[in-house]
């Protein structure tokens, strides 16, 4: 057993906590300790489809997600590494009838300086060869959108984060948050007492109930969700190039090498309500897809994608987001603890948000001051009902 010291300890090896980490140490902070209960990027952070994109409807959303993308962007000339980002650009798709939508989303991420344009569905077909898209479709093109391999860029950021001075320990789990007369003091591991005035749960939805035992309710809700990669038939001429995502068959898609491809459901279109969650325990649960929903998807792939028709499933997966009721996360500290901040709730956007938030939120451990656009991610948004709106998800749609 052994008792160490920092200034802030962050619970939690994702990319949230990675992100805290390095930017906690960018402005300037001695001692910061992230404490991962497995190995780094073993929660959401390292089976995310890492995309990142800025097209949504909600102009301060869109403003952080381009704050993610330049740091992405500018990552390996930043800190010396050498990650991969994929300039695939996001084609969206929508229902014909969803034109006025589609358009409104291009405004408002347009304010936030995001450049994405609404195309005709043949230059959609060109941007994307064997693209099913007739006079059903209206579609939306962002050429900076990216993608990358989340656990490559999680093991990055945990690397610069530890040449910057960041101690990180694998395989420590946090039992619980130590506070005395209302002052956090540290956080009780397996291995002993890890003191600290600032403690930072980055847990995603493990956080919940670690948030609880401290005294602070969050609403967020384990949400099961399914993947898979396919492959598309060797000898097919075309091949995923884009990011994809498409309301008319409720999936996502982006290349994977460069013969399979990652698809993913349009949850937002699924869940119109948090009664639509399919609640399960974050500790025990179904690992892989239920076979009839993977064939559903495959047979959505091909109707997205028509040369899928000869593609096969590579490999499946089930994850648990950590839902919330708007969809966006929780950045904040506990009213009645003093030193206690929690960055959790991304609702499965969370990678392409990550950069941003551990900017906003080392600001705000480190000065006390809330950007504006943290300010709208406060936990008392529920209780006021100021809920975000910013998604562009065909809810009335419904799981056809
Ligand atoms: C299939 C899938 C696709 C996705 N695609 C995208 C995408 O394309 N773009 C996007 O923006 N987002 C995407 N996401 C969402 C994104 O992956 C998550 O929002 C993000 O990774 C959350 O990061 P995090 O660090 O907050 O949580 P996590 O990565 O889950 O990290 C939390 C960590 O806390 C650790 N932990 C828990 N309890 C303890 C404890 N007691 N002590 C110590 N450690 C503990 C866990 O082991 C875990 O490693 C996707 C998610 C999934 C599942």
């Known amino acids: 057993m052994s008792s160490k010291t920092a200034d802030v300890v962050i619970v939690g090896g994702g990319i949230t906590g990675l992100s805290i980490a390095l930017h906690l140490k960018s402005l300037g902070v001695p001692r910061v300790i992230v404490l991962e209960r497995h190995h780094v990027g073993a929660g959401q952070s390292g089976r995310a489809a890492g995309i990142v994109r800025a097209l949504v409807n909600h102009s301060g959303v869109a403003s952080m997600l381009l704050d993610s993308l330049r740091f992405l962007n500018h990552f390996n000339e930043s800190y010396g590494e050498s990650i991969a980002v994929n300039q695939a650009g996001y084609l969206l798709i929508q229902h014909a009838a969803q034109s006025e939508v589609l358009n409104e989303v291009i405004r408002n991420a347009a304010a936030a300086g995001c450049e994405a344009r609404q195309i005709r569905v043949e230059e959609a077909r060109e941007l994307q060869p064997g693209l099913n898209a007739q006079s059903d479709a209206v579609c939306a093109f962002e050429p900076g959108a990216v993608h990358v391999d989340p656990m490559v860029v999680t093991q990055a950021l945990a690397r610069v984060a530890a040449r910057m001075g ?109 009664k639509d969650f399919a609640v399960v325990d974050p500790d025990h649960y179904r690992q892989t897809s239920h076979y009839a929903s993977l064939a559903d998807m495959q047979r959505r792939l ?87 709106s910013w998604s562009n998800a065909e809810k009335e749609t419904g799981h056809a």
């Open 166 to 274: 960041v101690e990180i320990e694998p395989g420590c789990e946090v039992d619980s948050v130590v506070i005395d007369k209302q002052q956090v003091r540290g956080v009780a591991t397996q291995s002993g007492l890890r003191q600290a005035g600032k403690v930072v749960i980055a847990t995603a939805i493990w956080g919940k109930s670690q948030l609880e035992k401290a005294g602070v309710v969050v609403p967020v809700y384990p949400h099961r969700v399914e993947m898979a990669f396919f492959s598309v038939f060797p000898k097919s001429p075309d091949r995923l190039l884009r990011i994809l995502s498409d309301a008319r068959t409720l999936l996502y898609l982006r290349p994977e090498g460069r013969d399979q491809m990652f698809a993913g459901w349009r949850e937002g279109d699924r869940i119109a309500s948090p």
């Open 302 to 388: 091909a109707t997205t994608l028509p040369f899928m028709n000869d593609g096969f499933v590579h490999r499946t997966y089930a994850c648990v987001y950590d839902y919330t009721p708007d969809g966006m996360p929780i950045l904040d500290a506990a009213e009645r603890v003093q030193g206690l901040y929690f960055a959790l709730g991304y609702s499965g956007g969370g990678f392409s948000l990550a950069p941003w938030v551990g900017s906003a939120m080392a600001r705000f451990i480190t000065a006390g001051v809330k950007s504006p656009e943290m300010q709208l991610l406060r936990l008392k948004r529920f209780e006021e009902g100021q809920l975000l």
